[in-house]
């Protein structure tokens, strides 16, 4: 039970509560000096140089500096909320846990994702819990600012000065202006939002929600509750998925807000490290990359690389000319797949076959020499005639670099040491490397995926199952940037192929030579510089040491190689091959069939947390129905919850989108919103001659509307351009492009870059070019519309299209009022 504080002066609950958080800022500002001295003592550490010290002491590093961002992190509302309880308990509810420092037991706050906690966000006048009382604390910094009280008990005395209300927080939080960044919702989760978070985290948890149901939210805040709650995911992260860089960049405060740096977040073209995809490609393109079978076009792809020849395979060695059969080629190349090994692993199986066999056919040929010098050293009477005849033959099997015979008498021992000598090097032969080069070449995803690109034989042969229109358009040049879509299909390939790890340790010998020759520089100049600065022989001065005296260049060179303070992140980020203990899809109904392939290559467990609205899928790759989508990676075994009330969107404005939704999915029911402001929406047609000069009109009415709050302009896709131009007359801060900054107050967006985003106004331009435009754009109609908190206006030209229709008529007027 917590001790009430000491009463302020003026005896008010408001006074109460300060010196309360007061008390918890002061353990708080304690625990991060101790940290902060614990971490600069263990950075002074030298240790006993062994690799096992340096591992201890970078952990102890990484676990340091994780805290103390844990406490950065829980500056700003610290403590949020109390619970009274039937029993005399008092529990201050937070975003971390501090305990009583005299006990080291007794909690004095408690964190939100605690068992303790939960009461908070889930107790009624029906089921309590015990809580007669729940009181949500306003703060603005390190000063409460208002103090709200829910009575959930009858018989609970109300304090005289604090204000009774069921939902001040959350009506607070609505009401608030949007700022280009998604925040958290810890102090304000719902009942609903709160069970879900909670949900265990083994498994496929599929969450259903309509527009403002809090489903990214819930989602980032599920991440922070599963790192809590089960620690050793931190050792191996939680991946966050999301469509787009765009909302990559919404949602990337909310979880170091909440104290987590074990989560990486990426959008889907940017999973494949090494790779950031931004082209753009039609509907149609990257539906036909998204489809499951491109996983067996891919295969087909790489078998063809693997000594599938029609004819025989001619290589000439020294001076002889020697001929491999097709049909045993290919009988090796079959053994090389029987290993189960990738493509680039398998390799060496395939190449020493094919060495050992050629070594066997030239030792064959070495051999008939020796035969017939035996003959000659028998029947010869003339050694010159003899020596002739041996170098003849040496050179007809070596070439230039037969070995001198002088004597016939030592041309069988001479043999037989370039016979050893030759065939160690045989492997290291140019023409025998072009050879194997040719049969079974070390392939990159990258260059698999290009080559297969840019020939239409080839992809006609591994992909006979596409009809000729849709192979056309997988066609592109050598050298064209990557889309999303690609993205899985060079993860895709990576699997296939298997990893080169010669060629990386190569790769890692020759950075470590760079660094070396750096760390020598810097030895050098040490020692230059000491020279220069006159030493007992030229000034009497007293010799100083310098890194030279200490240490070599190759300890040098690994201490830099040493001081990797990366978190887990940043490590998982740059390792195609990192397995994340938790993955998380937000709009999850977008992705397609490979890049779900992806994503379990990445979760081995299969642990993931799924959510999205399938009335909202843009992409044509994207799927309808989450059991179309999930089935094929995860059969049965996933489980669904549904959000079912509108946080964000007023009625006003989803009274618009609902006739939308009933076009898409007739099936899916409307989510229940009771939030209000008042502003009705409105549409308007502007003839098209004069629609530029309206939209900027409207755009700069808007833009004041909201004052410090966020307008988007929201349009077709193939006239953002045109659109952005527009509005910065009237608008000149706007932004707009493949990543428009949003936290400017005025951006223009296509449909699929506004998923998962919230503005407190929305223009949509032209629906009906939407509707043209793709086959999913009732669904980008019903994204745009579903994006406004506040206010929202349609602007078009031509016919409403009859979705719209029953959106309030607003007239055309040539001039509106500035003010």
Not at 217 to 233: D, E, F, K, N, Q
Not at 353 to 379: G, M, P, T
Not at 611 to 637: I, K, M, Y
Request: with cysteine; glycine share 8%.
């Amino acid at each position: 039970m917590t001790a009430d504080p000491p009463m302020q002066p003026d005896g008010s609950e408001l006074g109460r509560e300060q010196a309360y958080v007061d008390l918890l800022y002061a353990q708080v500002d304690g625990r991060r000096e101790e940290l902060s001295r614990q971490l600069v003592e263990t950075l002074a550490q030298g240790g006993d140089g062994t690799a096992q010290a340096r591992v201890e002491r970078q952990t102890a590093v990484n676990r340091l500096n994780g805290q103390l961002a844990a406490l950065d992190a829980a500056e700003n509302q610290l403590c949020f909320g109390r619970l009274d309880l039937s029993d005399g308990e008092r529990r201050y509810i937070g975003r971390l846990g501090v305990r009583d420092p005299r006990t080291d037991e007794d909690p004095l706050l408690i964190d939100w994702r605690a068992p303790a906690a939960r009461p908070f966000y889930t107790a009624t006048s029906a089921v309590s819990y015990g809580v007669l009382r729940r009181r949500h604390l306003h703060t603005r910094g390190r000063r409460v600012t208002r103090v709200d009280d829910e009575l959930l008990d009858a018989g609970t005395p109300a304090a005289g000065d604090v204000e009774l209300t069921g939902e001040a927080a959350l009506l607070a939080a609505l009401s608030s202006e949007r700022t280009g960044r998604m925040g958290d919702i810890v102090a304000t989760l719902q009942a609903e939002q709160d069970r879900i978070i909670r949900s265990p985290h083994s498994g496929v948890l599929v969450v259903q929600g309509g527009p403002g149901t809090g489903k990214t939210v819930v989602a980032l805040h599920r991440a922070a509750y599963l790192l809590y709650t089960a620690p050793r995911l931190n050792a191996r992260g939680v991946l966050v998925v999301g469509p787009s860089p765009v909302f990559r960049g919404y949602i990337s405060q909310v979880l170091p807000g909440l104290g987590e740096t074990s989560v990486l977040l990426r959008a889907v073209g940017e999973l494949y490290p090494g790779v950031t995809a931004t082209a753009v490609e039609s509907d149609a393109a990257a539906e036909v990359k998204g489809r499951l079978s491109m996983a067996r076009v891919l295969a087909a792809a790489v078998r063809a690389r693997q000594a599938e020849m029609s004819a025989p395979i001619r290589v000439r060695l020294g001076g002889e000319l020697l001929t491999l059969d097709h049909r045993w080629l290919r009988e090796v190349a079959e053994d090389a797949r029987r290993t189960l090994l990738a493509h680039n692993l398998a390799r060496p199986v395939f190449c020493q076959a094919v060495i050992a066999e050629l070594a066997r056919r030239l030792a064959k040929v070495i051999a008939d020499i020796e035969e017939r010098f035996e003959e000659d050293l028998s029947d010869r009477i003339d050694s010159a005639e003899l020596d002739r005849a041996v170098a003849q033959d040496l050179v007809g099997v070596f070439g230039a670099e037969a070995p001198h015979v002088d004597l016939a008498a030592q041309a069988l021992n001479e043999l037989a040491d370039a016979e050893q000598h030759w065939l160690a090097e045989l492997p290291a032969d140019p023409g025998v490397r072009r050879l194997l080069e040719r049969l079974w070449p070390v392939l990159t995803p990258e260059r698999l995926l290009e080559d297969l690109y840019a020939d239409g034989e080839a992809l006609a042969a591994a992909a006979p199952q596409l009809r000729p229109e849709e192979r056309a358009l997988l066609l592109r040049v050598p050298g064209s940037p990557w889309t999303p879509a690609d993205v899985p299909l060079l993860d895709e390939a990576a699997e296939l192929l298997g990893f080169d790890h010669g060629a990386l340790m190569d790769r890692l010998a020759e950075e470590h030579a760079e660094e070396v020759e750096y760390a020598q520089g810097v030895i050098d100049i040490g020692r230059g510089s000491r020279s220069g600065e006159g030493g007992n022989e030229s000034g009497g001065e007293e010799e100083r040491l310098t890194a030279a005296d200490l240490v070599d260049a190759r300890r040098l060179a690994a201490g830099y190689r040493e001081a990797d303070h990366s978190t887990v992140a940043e490590r998982a980020a740059t390792d195609r091959s990192w397995a994340f203990g938790h993955v998380i899809v937000d709009e999850a109904q977008e992705l397609s069939a490979m890049a779900w392939r992806l994503l379990v290559r990445r979760c081995p467990s299969r642990s993931f947390t799924v959510v999205g609205d399938v009335a909202q899928t843009g992409e044509a790759a994207g799927s309808v129905s989450w059991r179309d989508a999930l089935q094929p990676h995860f059969g049965d075994r996933w489980r669904l919850e549904r959000l079912t009330v509108n946080y964000r969107t007023p009625a006003e404005i989803m009274s618009a989108a609902d006739p939308v939704l009933a076009a898409i999915h007739p099936e899916l029911a409307a989510v229940r919103t009771e939030l209000r402001h008042g502003a009705r929406p409105w549409r308007e047609r502007v003839p098209r001659h004069a629609r530029a000069a309206r939209l900027a009109e409207l755009a700069g009415r808007e833009a004041r509307a909201v004052g410090d709050g966020r307008l988007a302009v929201i349009g077709p896709a193939a006239d953002v351009e045109r659109l952005a131009a527009v509005v910065r007359e009237a608008v000149p801060e706007v932004s707009w492009g493949p990543e428009p900054d949003l936290e400017r107050r005025t951006v223009v967006l296509t449909a699929r870059q506004a998923k998962g985003l919230e503005f407190d106004s929305v223009l949509l331009v032209d629906p009906q070019a939407m509707l043209d435009a793709s086959a999913r754009g009732l669904n980008d109609v019903y994204v745009a519309l579903t994006r406004a908190t506040r206010r929202l206006g349609v602007v078009y030209s031509g016919e409403i299209p009859s979705v719209l229709a029953e959106i309030p008529v607003r007239e055309y007027e040539s001039v509106i009022d500035p003010g």
